[in-house]
């Protein structure tokens, strides 16, 4: 098969996951439990791109401010688009991240990473490796967020997950 065809096939779980880790970070004020890592917490940052596979509609690119609580956010869900990518925030311990996931290809687009000094002597030869583990981390909270996804969407439960997103989406719409 051809690569192109199937990631394009493929792509509606990046999108459901995605609008799935939306639900979740605002249903349960953003502090979750990562199978293989522990507490984080998340929010959606200063930006948000919401479309549909489906249709030729038009996306919404929400930009700054509180953007997941926007009535065009609202709006976006409750005509069955999905979210296409966003930028998160995510807070492990007393390190705090920024990421914007890509939802078609689970591209990193971006990655703020904890500021990390110099060595007591003023060197830094540690930095790549200190930087290089928290980079780490991040991918290990975004992998274990997908499989608890995963596990999630291949359930018995699927189905009341989805109510309880459609809840939350006509909750949006009407606040």
Do not use: C
Request: aromatic share 8%; no cysteine.
């Amino acid at each position: 098969m051809d690569v192109l065809k199937n990631l394009e096939e493929k792509a509606f779980w990046g999108h459901e996951f995605l609008t799935w880790l939306w639900y979740r970070i605002e249903t349960g004020d953003g502090d979750l439990d990562v199978p293989g890592v522990g507490a984080v917490t998340l929010w959606v940052e200063d930006r948000m791109t919401l479309g549909s596979l489906d249709t030729e509609s038009k996306e919404n690119i929400l930009r700054n401010g509180e953007v997941a609580r926007s009535a065009e956010a609202a709006a976006a869900l409750a005509v069955g688009k999905k979210v296409l990518s966003v930028r998160l925030g995510l807070a492990r311990g007393d390190r705090e991240y920024g990421l914007t996931l890509s939802g078609d290809t689970f591209d990193l687009a971006s990655v703020r990473l904890p500021k990390v000094e110099p060595d007591e002597d003023g060197e830094w030869h540690g930095t790549a490796l200190v930087r290089y583990g928290l980079l780490r981390e991040v991918l290990d909270v975004v992998d274990g967020l997908f499989g608890a996804f995963v596990a999630a969407r291949l359930s018995a439960e699927w189905p009341q997950t989805v109510a309880a997103m459609s809840r939350w989406v006509a909750t949006k719409e009407g606040g």
